[in-house]
């Protein structure tokens, strides 16, 4: 089914945004009870623009605005958890609009650096980060009040902080917030006409593979990496231009389990885990975004629990190329980060 081109009106207006932050770290785990202290307070400086009505996803989320930010935040305990700062990108999704105010729902996924880390002698109680860099991924909603040229910005989030397993101690930082900004916008354009590149629908399955390299370290403390290999074989399918499903049959060899009751001898062939996974697509174009659970069929060790949990991204070139960077984790502590490459075969 071919989708011909379509006229759509948009606004191309550019903003430049300030916000301050207050909030709590949330302790989800005991290990971590100790570590909240103070309110959370973070600031952040914004530019965002108008998608034109160009794609076909454009259109389908009621023209999103997309865009970037620096932050800089305090997590609830300057003394052992030190001062976040770093980048993000985000995207807010219209939910509702008039003339003079907006409903947003938002997401983002970026970069943090921290200056105080775990350390076995200087910081033996950060036992939720051990990494100077860690990801910052972003949830919330945002109301917006226009007058002219000025905005005023409501909003409430949460963001969790991670290294992936990439090191440990890492049980992760997580904040909800309230918020309160100001919007001026740097650029106003007049409704205009963008007319949409005719696409093919995608209503058919798609079939493809993915192989998967990575790394974690276990407890205790101070240990190796070990070495992740994984294969992913797959059915995809989107619904529309905004949904999409896709299922897949997974292996994980994880050299980390031989580090789980090392007293049982173990091979190669015993330490392979299979599963099967079902996903939620979030299509924008090419770009992908993936969450979705999955169940292990064999775990013969059962090193952690028999269902695990994907949430990340993928691109997937004109070629049938895809590039994957997916966490892992089960029942949100993280396992590892998918690093992958693969490839969807065409109908």
Known sequence: MQLFGVNAQ??????LEVRGKIG?????????GHLPKQHAKSIELAYRFQTKGSKGWHRAYNYPTVGVALFVSSVGNREILGTYSGVFGFMNFPLLKTKHFALFGKIGAGLAYTDKVYNSESNILNVAISTHFNTRITFGLEAEFNFRRNAILLGIDASHYSNSAIN???YGLNLPFLSVGYAYRIKEGSDSIARMKSQAEINYWQFG?????S?????????????IFGV?????????HKVGIELSFDSFMKQSIFEFQKEVPKTQADIIQLGVFLGYILPFDKFHLVTGMGYYVRDKYQPQDFVYHRVGMRYVFDNGLNVNLVL???WGRADYTEFGIGYTFKK
């Open 328 to 330: 892992k984790s089960h």
């Open 232 to 240: 992913n074989i797959f059915a995809r399918r989107f619904i529309n």
């Open 10 to 15: 948009s606004n191309y207006d550019k903003w």
């Open 24 to 32: 709590y770290l949330a302790a989800h785990s005991s290990a971590i």
């Open 215 to 227: 790394a974690k370290k276990v407890f205790p403390t101070g240990g190796k990496h070990f070495t």
């Open 209 to 213: 593979v993915v192989g998967i390299l």
């Open 168 to 170: 440990t101690p890492n």
